[in-house]
């Protein structure tokens, strides 16, 4: 944990020794290096399968 701005923020979290800041630091990693460090390409990728159109009509995942 860490104070900011006097706010506490979780900074990592390690589970059955598995460090999760690390390991999503490095998937992000690869998908920049995978987009050519293209942020918008990246963000894109992150986008649900599924349509808004589909959600809106009570589609499920």
């Known amino acids: 944990l860490r104070l900011s701005d ?3 923020r979780v900074v990592n979290v390690i589970v ?3 460090n999760l800041g ?3 630091r490095n998937q992000f990693d690869q998908a920049m290096r995978d987009n050519n460090r293209d ?3 990246v963000i894109r990728g992150w986008a649900p399968e599924i ?3 589909e959600l809106e009509q009570g ?3």
């Open 6 to 8: 006097g706010q506490w």
């Open 16 to 18: 059955n020794g598995i």
């Open 22 to 24: 690390l390991t999503f």
């Open 39 to 41: 942020y918008d390409a």
């Open 51 to 53: 349509g808004v159109d």
């Open 59 to 61: 589609g499920d995942a």
